[in-house]
Structures are given as structure tokens and as C-alpha cells.
């Protein structure tokens, strides 16, 4: 390339899309406020002082709780493989819309006359409900408009191009336009990928970026790159063309790492580089992992009796179990349970993975699975420093044994203490394959790339979502 004129970029970055989101549901929020003001001043009367009527009833109290509380119901939807996909956003509005009901009806009913704005916050309840769903039906079809796409070309027609392709076209639509892939293989020129045509090799890389107005390139080889190309791709990036790796993609757009197009040499730079010894992240984490597990404990104290009670009503045998599992550098725990299976469910003492319909779980074993209440006592873990509150799930030897001989780079998991909670968990429900087990692998790796307090804390919040939705597994 010779040219060295910049190319303006098209198209909406994922930070901005979720900027957009972020402000469109701000003005919702507010839009519900004045809307149940509105109606709650109509009610009451107060047509002609409004201003004095909201100051008397101290009218700015309950919903600067209800907004944070909508965030919150809503916090997951702005993950990039939810936010922009019409049939999980409505399922979530709906979610949010009915758990926030609850603690209504609690109020309406309990609460003493003339404390709340009982019919303001319903008011409330209902139209940020009704904003948000005309929001974000509106972003989505806006938001995958050809114009806001962004043009990108993938470089790379083989097994990772063809991955990273089903990724932005099947998995998280709506954010990039492929316009076409480059690769310098002269069998695969003319040819097609998932319907997107192989342009040529690197020489047409020039002609395609001005004619499709590519902002972005997706690099998608695994393999040494050939000086010709890497070249091209230097000169691409020079004039403003944005150069993003694959891995890194998939891992912006899924939360995952794809274990199965990864080199040693990548875990070696970049995976095992993030794992640090000594930094300010650990001490902080196990303090936070203290006070979590000594507020936790109180709360299993306070509770024992009554799930005594369940549990024991429900089917013959102990209240608890203890199990083997592997913590960190694979040395063996012994983490505790409130028993949600029937009494010696493995009594031929080989180990098996839950399903959802398992029938060796008991009526109120399955109900306290849905709310992760089974796994209570194991804040003793935490507090022994066996576990952590947030990390990679601890599993059994047996499987483990079994699956890093099937799955690469398996026992990776094990580099850091496994958690009552983690990424996996609140992003992925039952293995039943060792295909489930490799994708909730991902979300494992992913975790312990990038771990950090702020991720600790959005995992935190999403398992708060699961308990309130009943989503756990």
C-alpha cells in the first residue's frame, strides 16, 4: 500500500452501544419518576401547589431506591450476547418487571397507610417497565441497522475464521457487518464461508477496505502470518483501520476464552502472565472473602433449623454432606453441603454430573438448588481459606482426572482457590457433556484472565439475580 490517507470509521463501537443503552435507560427511570408524580399529584389533588404537595410527602425517598433497585433487576441485559437479542431482552424485562412486584405487594399490604406512595410506586413500577421494553425493542432495531454496524473484514477463511464468523453472525448478531475475508490460500479465493465470500489474499485487502468501508479488521490466524500480509495489515493500521485479534473478540463479546483455538504460546504471554502471587488484589479479595463468610455463617446459623426441618420431612438422611473436591494446585477439600439428593444417590461410588430433571433430587432439594441455598454451608470453606466467594467452582478428582484428558488446558482451572460463585456459574447452568463442561471451561479461563474486584463485584450482583429469579443450578 502507498496511500496514506485515513479512513473515517463507521459504525457504533461496543462501548458505545452500551453508553447508548446506559442513557436511554437513565431518561426511562426519570420518565417513570414524573409520570408517577404526575399521576400521584392527579390523585391527591394537588394540581395547583404540585411543588409543595411533593415537599410535604418527602416524594424524592422511595425512588431514589427504586431506581437503583431497576438497574439492579436489569443489570445483566447489557451483556453484548443479551443486549441486542429481542427474545432474552423481553424475557428479562418480564423478569424484572414481575420480581419488582414482590416487594410491592409486601409494602402494599404490610406497610402502615400514608407511610408510602403506595399507588405512585406501582405507577412507577409500571411505566418504567413499559419505557424500558419500548426502549429496548427500539435500540435493538436501530442498533442493527446496516448504517451502525460496524463494516469489518475477517482475516482468515479456516477454522478460526469460520468460528469467530458464526460468533458475529449467529451467536452476537447485530453488532459487526462482515463484508468479505482475506486469506492467502489461492484454493479458497472465490469461494464462500457461511455465505460471506472470500475476496482474495492480501493484495486485495487495499480495494476491499475502500470499497466496503471497513473500519475494523478481524485477525483470525493461528498459524505464522505470511511478511506480505503482515505488512498490509501495518499499513491498514496506519490509516486508522482498527486491527482486533480473535481471541480477544470472542472474549469482549461471550465473556468466554476459546480454549480450542489457542496456542501455548498465548497461555504462556497472556493467561498465565495475568496470574499474580502477590499483588493488591489477593489481600483484598480475602478480606472481602472474611466478612463475607462470617456474614454468611450467621445467616446459615439462623437458618439451620428450619432447613433441618425440610430437609429431613422431605426424605430420609443426613441434614448435611461433606464431598471431596480440588482446590487450588489440585490439592484436595472437603466442602460442605446441605444434602438435596437422596440418601446415598451414589452409593456405587462412581461420580456423575447433575441434570435438571435428576431423579435422585428431592422435592425441596431441587428448590433450594434453584436458589443456591444448598451451598450455605459452605461459607466455612471460605472462612478456612479452602475457598473463595467468587471463583472457579471446585469439582471432583474423579472428573477431573477424567476431563483433562478430553479437554485442553482443563486443569489451568486450578491455578487459582475455587468459589462459592463464579463466572461460570452465573453465565452457564447443568454440564451434561464434556462439550458442556469445555464451554463452561471458557467462562472459567475468562475469569481468571481478567479477575479483578470490578468483576468480583459483577459477579456478586449476577448471583444476587439468580437467587431473586431462581435461576441457579
Same mark, same amino acid.
Given at each position: 500500500?502507498?496511500?496514506?490517507?485515513?479512513? &473515517?470509521?463507521?459504525?457504533?463501537?461496543?462501548?458505545?452501544?452500551?453508553?447508548?443503552?446506559?442513557?436511554?435507560?437513565?431518561?426511562? @427511570?426519570?420518565?417513570?419518576?414524573?409520570?408517577?408524580?404526575?399521576?400521584?399529584?392527579?390523585?391527591?389533588?394537588?394540581?395547583?401547589?404540585?411543588?409543595? !404537595?411533593?415537599?410535604?410527602?418527602?416524594?424524592?425517598?422511595?425512588?431514589? *431506591?427504586?431506581?437503583?433497585?431497576?438497574?439492579?433487576?436489569?443489570?445483566? +441485559?447489557?451483556? &453484548?450476547?443479551?443486549?441486542?437479542?429481542?427474545?432474552?431482552?423481553?424475557?428479562?424485562?418480564?423478569?424484572?418487571?414481575?420480581?419488582?412486584?414482590? &416487594?410491592?405487594?409486601?409494602?402494599?399490604?404490610?406497610?402502615?397507610?400514608?407511610?408510602?406512595?403506595? @399507588?405512585?410506586?406501582?405507577?412507577?413500577?409500571?411505566?418504567?417497565?413499559?419505557?424500558?421494553? $419500548?426502549?429496548?425493542?427500539?435500540?435493538?432495531?436501530?442498533?442493527?441497522?446496516?448504517?451502525?454496524?460496524?463494516?469489518?473484514?475477517?482475516?482468515?477463511?479456516?477454522?478460526?475464521?469460520?468460528?469467530?464468523?458464526?460468533?458475529?453472525?449467529?451467536?452476537?448478531?447485530?453488532?459487526?457487518?462482515?463484508? $468479505?475475508?482475506?486469506?492467502?490460500?489461492?484454493?479458497?479465493?472465490?469461494?464462500?464461508?457461511?455465505?460471506?465470500?472470500? @475476496?482474495?489474499?492480501?493484495?486485495?485487502?487495499?480495494?476491499?477496505?475502500?470499497?466496503?468501508?471497513?473500519?475494523?479488521?478481524?485477525?483470525?490466524?493461528?498459524?505464522?502470518?505470511? &511478511?506480505?500480509? !503482515?505488512?498490509?495489515?501495518?499499513?491498514?493500521?496506519?490509516?486508522?483501520?482498527?486491527?482486533?485479534?480473535?481471541?480477544?473478540?470472542?472474549?469482549?463479546?461471550?465473556?468466554?476464552?476459546?480454549?480450542?483455538?489457542?496456542?501455548?504460546?498465548?497461555?504462556?504471554?497472556?493467561?498465565?502472565?495475568?496470574?499474580?502471587?502477590?499483588?493488591?488484589? #489477593?489481600?483484598?479479595? /480475602?478480606?472481602?472473602?472474611?466478612?463475607?463468610?462470617?456474614? $454468611?455463617?450467621?445467616?446459615?446459623?439462623?437458618?439451620?433449623?428450619?432447613?433441618?426441618?425440610?430437609?429431613?420431612?422431605?426424605?430420609?438422611?443426613?441434614? *448435611?454432606?461433606?464431598?471431596?473436591?480440588?482446590?487450588?494446585?489440585?490439592?484436595?477439600?472437603?466442602?460442605?453441603?446441605?444434602?438435596?439428593?437422596?440418601?446415598?444417590?451414589? #452409593?456405587?461410588?462412581?461420580?456423575?454430573?447433575?441434570?435438571?430433571?435428576?431423579?435422585?433430587?428431592? /422435592?425441596?432439594?431441587?428448590?433450594?438448588?434453584?436458589?443456591?441455598?444448598?451451598?450455605?454451608?459452605?461459607?466455612?470453606?471460605?472462612?478456612?481459606?479452602?475457598? #473463595?466467594?467468587?471463583?472457579?467452582?471446585?469439582?471432583?478428582?474423579?472428573?477431573?482426572?477424567?476431563?483433562?484428558?478430553?479437554?485442553?488446558?482443563?486443569?489451568?482451572? +486450578?491455578?487459582?482457590?475455587?468459589?462459592?460463585?463464579?463466572?461460570?456459574?452465573?453465565?452457564?447452568?447443568?454440564?451434561?457433556?464434556?462439550?458442556?463442561?469445555?464451554?463452561?471451561?471458557?467462562?472459567?479461563?475468562?475469569?481468571?484472565?481478567?479477575?479483578?474486584?470490578?468483576?468480583?463485584?459483577?459477579?456478586?450482583?449476577?448471583?444476587?439475580?439468580?437467587?431473586?429469579? !431462581?435461576?441457579?443450578?
Amino acid at each position: 500500500m502507498t496511500t496514506t490517507s485515513s479512513i &473515517p470509521r463507521s459504525g457504533l463501537t461496543m462501548s458505545e452501544r452500551q453508553a447508548l443503552l446506559l442513557t436511554g435507560d437513565l431518561i426511562c @427511570v426519570v420518565m417513570a419518576v414524573l409520570i408517577s408524580w404526575g399521576v400521584w399529584i392527579w390523585i391527591d389533588g394537588a394540581l395547583a401547589d404540585p411543588i409543595g !404537595f411533593l415537599r410535604s410527602k418527602d416524594a424524592l425517598t422511595p425512588f431514589l *431506591l427504586l431506581g437503583p433497585l431497576w438497574f439492579f433487576l436489569i443489570f445483566h +441485559l447489557y451483556d &453484548p450476547h443479551v443486549a441486542f437479542h429481542r427474545e432474552r431482552t423481553m424475557f428479562g424485562l418480564a423478569l424484572a418487571t414481575g420480581i419488582s412486584l414482590i &416487594p410491592y405487594l409486601g409494602m402494599y399490604f404490610f406497610a402502615a397507610p400514608g407511610t408510602l406512595p403506595r @399507588v405512585a410506586i406501582l405507577v412507577f413500577l409500571f411505566s418504567v417497565s413499559a419505557l424500558e421494553f $419500548g426502549w429496548r425493542m427500539l435500540a435493538i432495531r436501530l442498533f442493527t441497522l446496516p448504517m451502525l454496524r460496524r463494516p469489518v473484514a475477517i482475516i482468515g477463511a479456516g477454522r478460526a475464521g469460520a468460528m469467530i464468523l458464526h460468533v458475529l453472525t449467529k451467536e452476537v448478531p447485530g453488532h459487526f457487518r462482515v463484508c $468479505g475475508m482475506i486469506d492467502d490460500d489461492p484454493e479458497k479465493h472465490g469461494g464462500k464461508v457461511q455465505d460471506i465470500p472470500v @475476496v482474495g489474499g492480501w493484495e486485495q485487502l487495499e480495494r476491499t477496505i475502500k470499497e466496503q468501508g471497513i473500519s475494523a479488521l478481524i485477525l483470525a490466524i493461528t498459524g505464522r502470518i505470511r &511478511p506480505e500480509l !503482515f505488512q498490509a495489515i501495518l499499513d491498514c493500521q496506519e490509516r486508522g483501520v482498527e486491527v482486533i485479534r480473535m481471541p480477544a473478540l470472542y472474549e469482549s463479546l461471550l465473556g468466554r476464552v476459546p480454549i480450542g483455538y489457542l496456542s501455548a504460546d498465548w497461555l504462556l504471554t497472556s493467561f498465565l502472565d495475568s496470574v499474580q502471587l502477590y499483588d493488591l488484589y #489477593s489481600p483484598l479479595k /480475602r478480606l472481602i472473602d472474611i466478612l463475607a463468610a462470617l456474614s $454468611g455463617l450467621v445467616f446459615f446459623v439462623a437458618t439451620l433449623p428450619l432447613f433441618a426441618l425440610l430437609i429431613r420431612l422431605d426424605s430420609p438422611g443426613p441434614i *448435611l454432606f461433606r464431598q471431596e473436591r480440588s482446590g487450588k494446585g489440585g490439592h484436595s477439600v472437603w466442602i460442605w453441603k446441605y444434602r438435596t439428593m437422596v440418601h446415598d444417590a451414589e #452409593s456405587d461410588g462412581e461420580a456423575r454430573w447433575a441434570s435438571p430433571a435428576d431423579p435422585r433430587v428431592t /422435592r425441596v432439594g431441587k428448590w433450594m438448588r434453584r436458589t443456591r441455598m444448598d451451598e450455605i454451608p459452605q461459607f466455612w470453606n471460605v472462612l478456612s481459606g479452602d475457598m #473463595s466467594l467468587i471463583g472457579p467452582r471446585p469439582e471432583r478428582p474423579e472428573l477431573i482426572a477424567q476431563l483433562e484428558k478430553q479437554i485442553p488446558f482443563y486443569r489451568a482451572r +486450578l491455578l487459582i482457590q475455587p468459589g462459592l460463585t463464579g463466572w461460570s456459574q452465573v453465565n452457564f447452568g447443568y454440564v451434561r457433556t464434556v462439550e458442556d463442561t469445555a464451554l463452561k471451561l471458557e467462562y472459567d479461563l475468562y475469569y481468571i484472565r481478567h479477575r479483578s474486584l470490578m468483576l468480583d463485584f459483577k459477579i456478586f450482583l449476577r448471583t444476587l439475580g439468580t437467587f431473586v429469579r !431462581f435461576q441457579g443450578s
